[in-house]
C-alpha cells in the first residue's frame, strides 16, 4: 500500500535551514506528483511545493526563493530544503502523493498523505 513518511524537522533558530525528506513506498514515486504542505496551529493546510512526474516544479510564491522541492528516484524519495526560516515558517509539514498531471498545491487534489514531521523556528 502507498506509504508516505517524512524526517528532518527539528528546532531551529531563525535564519537556519532545514533538508525535509519524504521516503514513499507502495508505488514508484516517479510516476506521481509528490508535493509538501504545511499546517500551523489553527490555520489552513497550505502548499508549499510540488514535484511533477517530468521533474518540473511548481513552488509557492510566499516562499520561493528560500525554499527548493527535488526528487531521488533512485531512493524513491523526495526532498524539502527550507532556508532562511522565520517563525512564521513553524508548521507541521506533510508530505503528499497523487497521480496527477499537474503540481497544484491545493490540499485537495491530493489523495495520500504522510504522518507529517514538525518544524519549529524561534
Known amino acids: 500500500h502507498v506509504q508516505l513518511v517524512e524526517s528532518g524537522g527539528g528546532s531551529v533558530q531563525a535564519g537556519g535551514s532545514l533538508r525535509l525528506s519524504c521516503a514513499a513506498s507502495g508505488f514508484t514515486a516517479s510516476r506521481y506528483c509528490l508535493a509538501w504542505f504545511r499546517q500551523a496551529p489553527g490555520m489552513e493546510r497550505k502548499g508549499v511545493a510540488a514535484?511533477?512526474?517530468?521533474?518540473?516544479?511548481n513552488v509557492a510564491n510566499s516562499v520561493k526563493g528560500r525554499f527548493a522541492i527535488w526528487q531521488d528516484n533512485a531512493n524513491n524519495t523526495i526532498y524539502l530544503q527550507v532556508n532562511y526560516l522565520g517563525p512564521e515558517d513553524t508548521a507541521m509539514y506533510y508530505c503528499?502523493?497523487?497521480?496527477?498531471?499537474?503540481?497544484?498545491?491545493?490540499?485537495?487534489?491530493?489523495?495520500?498523505w504522510g504522518q507529517g514531521t514538525q518544524v519549529t523556528v524561534s
Open positions: 514535484i511533477g512526474r517530468d521533474g518540473s516544479t
Open positions: 503528499a502523493a497523487d497521480r496527477l498531471l499537474m503540481r497544484p498545491l491545493d490540499p485537495s487534489e491530493y489523495k495520500y
